[in-house]
């Protein structure tokens, strides 16, 4: 039984949430060592989030949990990346699907890519 | 021409390499202004080593660099994800074609996925 080293970046290791069906790169947040044991023993996606300073259950506050499918561990031992699956459909704030909806040209221009699943302001309203 | 916030994190913002055709992610790696700036001009995926503390254009020494297909920022602008063409076929400096090569269990065993595409010890010689 091998753990990430969460010795390392001062306890918090990079986690992509990738898409298990699609492929899609959903987001990137971080996990501690409290967040692997939350999302293993409860099969959702949970971080440490570095804004609040707590434990971050992804969607416990707007439904939209990451069930966890599949979890694979880098060559270092330093980055995590979950399969997901992703209810309702969007992993960003904003709305749209994945948080990557930023397209960057090489010329440094920047285009938004699809179109918001939902109303962040209906999702998270008071 | 909107850059992502090289202010955060002491400089170094976390880079996703993905597969352009699979949609597979093969590594995670840091990137500074320097490497964007470089990842933009060259067209070759461009990160800071850590451990080396220097410029490390991927696949410089191996032969397997990265060339970018697309280039994403996420809603913070402070995380990238790459689309990459991986030259070679493997990522990870262990020969496998991804970093995240290692499956864990809910329980907490871990698995190798796959195997190397290459011996290290060959393309890394000196």
Known sequence: ???PDFSKTG????????DSETGE????AYMNEEAWDH?????????WSRSR??????GESSGHVQMVKEIRMDCDGDTILLKV????????????????YQKVE????????GKPI?????????
Do not use: N
């Open 1 to 3: 039984m091998l753990k």
């Open 11 to 18: 306890g918090l290791l990079p986690t992509i949430a990738q």
């Open 25 to 28: 790169v959903l987001m990137l």
């Open 39 to 47: 999302t293993l023993s409860s099969g959702k996606a949970t971080y």
């Open 53 to 58: 300073q707590k434990l971050w259950i992804k």
């Open 85 to 100: 699956d992703q209810i309702g459909g969007a992993a960003c704030h904003t709305g749209h699907r994945s948080c990557f």
């Open 106 to 113: 090489r010329d440094g221009t920047v285009s938004v890519t």
């Open 118 to 126: 939902f109303d962040p302001d209906e999702v998270y309203k008071k």
